[in-house]
């Protein structure tokens, strides 16, 4: 959970002189660079609105990547909740089994074996009962997915064949080891995950749920974040009653929340470009009750104490943040707005992200660093999409991920995933469905607008799609379009 901190730890905790390179870096990461998602801007009032604890009776569910990600993001939220009369259930994804510093600390030794990082997930599996323990949770609402630390986000990408598993690079498991896990023995792959989530969700019944942002800076995090979506669209898909609230928050972006927060009485606000896109805030007031205990829950966590007890604290704050996720549907497209296999007037409603700004100086307002903006459409079975750039940089390409979501059963999810580049006309595919026959897409580059259609690229079960897109200057990461959901209009 804690990349970062080891590289602030080696500023303000080595015993040797500073390197100037070490002083550049520092400034960098200090001084407000869009691509360490920093953004000083001032928050207008109002921006955020006050979230009230749902009405007594529902039914939260807490989807955690990691064993203390509840307590930081929502632990006030738990409190209140179980106060009022809701259920709570908290499913964690992994059991922070991967950190390899906070092994380091904890058994003082160098050479670690996979046995010391499986010991190390059942501490931090205990830690997190006690925790939950504290703020009210009862075991049994505590569920243990087992799944590997630092791998969520590369079974989300890589791993959907049923028959192929992720291995853990420090624990060596290729299958979830834990005994108090949901599945023992399940296979570290996507279907696995995502069926695993599906199972709790469909048992579960939530009224609310509550994940990581696709946002988030950490893999694992965002990972979570987008399982969980395409496991609740798929129950969604099959149950016309079940409509959950989605609300997302925030643990890492960039240096938010890195450095010691001096005055922890003031509210929280999340990183300004969250803001941009288009989703709603809002801000949790915490009773003091519930402000000592999430304090008190946060306290169990031993093994993260001893290595970022100021990022810990600085979540000690008198609110949470909570982002809803906006019910979007991917736009219909009319004969009039086609000409042939492209698309000659975009609708509005068709932008899944766009930057209001526009401004090449101040990136910050954009999702990513050098996109002004991007549309999707439907017609029929076909799909097409639209990029809008900066600039014309031939040094830039853009991977583009769209997931199909069907209903469930035997039909998989379906993955298109392809490269592409201003001023090219030449797709480069990383992954497709079987079967599908990649010589039928087409791509159109106008400058710094870049078009692509995919012909009968939509299926009859398909009920939901998914879409990121990530930007990159020759290797180097500019930014991302986080994963946005959509439902697809019916397709025959």
């Known amino acids: 959970m804690a990349e970062k901190f080891k590289f602030l730890r080696s500023f303000f905790h080595s015993r040797t002189v500073l390197s100037m390179a070490g002083l550049v870096m520092l400034a960098i990461l200090l001084s407000g660079l869009t691509i360490w998602g920093v953004d000083r801007r001032v928050i207008p009032p109002g921006t955020i609105s006050e979230l009230q604890v749902p009405a007594a009776g529902s039914r939260l569910l807490v989807v955690s990547p990691h064993p203390d990600d509840e307590s930081l993001g929502a632990g006030g939220l738990i409190s209140e909740a ?15 089994d991967g950190f390899h510093y906070g092994v380091e600390r904890i058994d003082r030794q160098l050479r670690l074996q996979p046995a010391d990082y499986l010991n190390y997930g059942q501490e931090r599996q205990q830690e997190s009962l006690d925790a939950l323990r504290r703020l009210g949770v009862r075991p049994e609402n505590v569920v243990f997915l087992g ?16 028959g192929r598993a992720f291995t853990s690079r420090t624990t060596g498991k290729s299958a979830v080891p834990y005994r108090l896990a949901l599945n023992p023995g399940a296979p570290y792959n996507a279907p696995a995950l995502m069926g695993s989530l599906e199972q709790v969700i469909r048992d579960y019944g939530p009224t609310e749920i509550f994940v990581t942002d696709t946002y988030d800076s950490h893999p694992d995090h965002w990972g979570s974040g987008a399982f969980t979506l395409a496991a609740a669209a798929r129950v969604q898909a099959d149950e016309a009653n079940f409509r959950p609230s989605i609300y997302t928050f925030v643990i890492h972006s ?7 927060v001096l005055e922890r009485d003031k509210a929280l606000l999340p990183p300004g470009y969250f803001l941009a896109l288009g989703n709603p805030w809002y801000k949790l007031l915490l009773t003091a009750g519930a402000q000592v205990k999430k304090k008190d829950a946060i306290s169990a966590y031993h093994t993260q104490e001893v290595v970022m007890p100021s990022f810990l ?4 704050r008198p609110n949470e943040l ?25 609708p509005g409603s068709a932008q899944f992200a766009y930057n209001p700004a526009a401004d090449p100086v101040d990136r910050n307002k954009s999702q990513s660093s050098d996109l002004k903006s991007a549309s999707i459409g439907q017609s029929g079975r076909n799909l097409f999409l639209q990029l809008n750039t900066v600039a014309v940089e031939r040094l830039v390409t853009y991977d ?10 035997a039909a998989p999810v379906r993955r298109y995933s392809l490269r592409v580049s201003p001023g090219k006309s030449r797709l480069h595919w990383l992954d497709s469905p079987q079967g599908y026959d990649t010589g039928t897409a087409r791509l159109w580059n106008h400058g710094s607008r870049i078009e692509l259609s995919l012909p009968d690229a939509l299926q009859a079960g398909d009920r939901y799609l998914m879409l990121s ?21 019916p397709v025959s």
């Open 82 to 96: 179980l106060a009022q009369g809701d259920t709570v259930k908290v499913v964690f994804v992994t059991n922070g």
């Open 147 to 162: 799944f590997p630390d630092r791998g969520v986000a590369q079974i989300w990408k890589y791993y959907w064949d049923p």
């Open 254 to 260: 960039g240096t938010w929340q890195l450095l010691p």
């Open 313 to 316: 604290a600085n979540f000690e």
């Open 322 to 346: 909570f982002c809803r996720l906006s019910n979007k549907q991917v736009t219909g497209l009319s004969p009039a707005n086609l000409s042939g296999s492209r698309v000659i007037d975009w």
């Open 400 to 409: 583009v991920s769209i997931y199909l979501v069907p209903k469930s059963g």
């Open 469 to 489: 897109t990530d930007t990159y200057f020759s290797r180097l990461v500019l930014g991302r379009v986080p994963w946005n959901i959509m439902q697809l209009q």
